[in-house]
Structure formats: structure tokens, C-alpha cells
């Protein structure tokens, strides 16, 4: 059964940065799209960034130029580098993978993935 484990979220001012990463266990990484998902006080969870199977990334349009996703994997990590951090940054942050690889994938469509991690809070103060 795979199992995603999020860690490295916290609380950080306006403008710092945070790493998170998500350490895969039991199954293949390299057959998995993976990405990092947010939900924010009253929100629905939505897409930050993707990297698909297939290659390529993907960002919601609010992070860009701010948010790195990366994988390494040979050890079965993803992580998402957060730079220059905005109050409404402020969320509990899933890591994800879609594992059935279906056509019609839609990297940043919650409906996609079928494994979730337990989620890890970032809070940023103003």
C-alpha cells in the first residue's frame, strides 16, 4: 500500500521561506504523477504544483515565480521549495500521486490522485 509522509511545514513571517517534502513508501515512484495540494481556513483543497508521469510541471497561477516542486527519485522524495511566502500562503499542505496513470490526466484536478499524505501546516503571519 503506498504511504505518503509530509514533513517540514511551520510558521514563518511575510516574505520567508519554508521546504516541504513527502517521502514515498510502497510503490514504484517513477510510475506515479505526484503533486502537492493545499487547503486554506473555509477552502477547497486545490492543486499548488505537479510533476506529471510523463514530465513537464505544473503550478497554480498564484505561485509562480515563488514555488519550486523537485523529486529525487532515487530515494523516493518529492518537495516543494516556498519562497517569498504571503498570508494567504496559509494552508494545510498534501502531498499526492496518481498512481492509475488514466489518459485525460489533469495535473492540478484533485480527482486525479488516488493516494493523499496526512498533511502538513504552513502558517504565515503577516
Known amino acids: 500500500q503506498v504511504q505518503l509522509v509530509e514533513s517540514g511545514g511551520g510558521s514563518v513571517q511575510a516574505g520567508g521561506s519554508l521546504r516541504l517534502s513527502c517521502a514515498i513508501f510502497?510503490?514504484?515512484?517513477?510510475?506515479?504523477?505526484m503533486a502537492w495540494f493545499r487547503q486554506g481556513p473555509g477552502k477547497e483543497r486545490e492543486g499548488v504544483a505537479a510533476?506529471?508521469?510523463?514530465?513537464?510541471?505544473n503550478y497554480q497561477d498564484s505561485v509562480k515565480g515563488r514555488f519550486t516542486i523537485s523529486q529525487d527519485k532515487a530515494n523516493s522524495m518529492l518537495y516543494l521549495d516556498m519562497n517569498s511566502l504571503k498570508p494567504e500562503d496559509t494552508a494545510m499542505y498534501y502531498c499526492?500521486?496518481?498512481?492509475?496513470?488514466?489518459?485525460?490526466?489533469?495535473?492540478?484536478?484533485?480527482?486525479?490522485?488516488?493516494?493523499w499524505g496526512q498533511g502538513t501546516q504552513v502558517t504565515v503571519s503577516s
Open positions: 510533476i506529471p508521469y510523463d514530465g513537464g510541471k
Open positions: 499526492a500521486a496518481d498512481t492509475r496513470l488514466l489518459p485525460g490526466f489533469e495535473a492540478l484536478d484533485i480527482s486525479h490522485y488516488n493516494f
Open positions: 510502497g510503490y514504484t515512484y517513477s510510475r506515479a504523477s
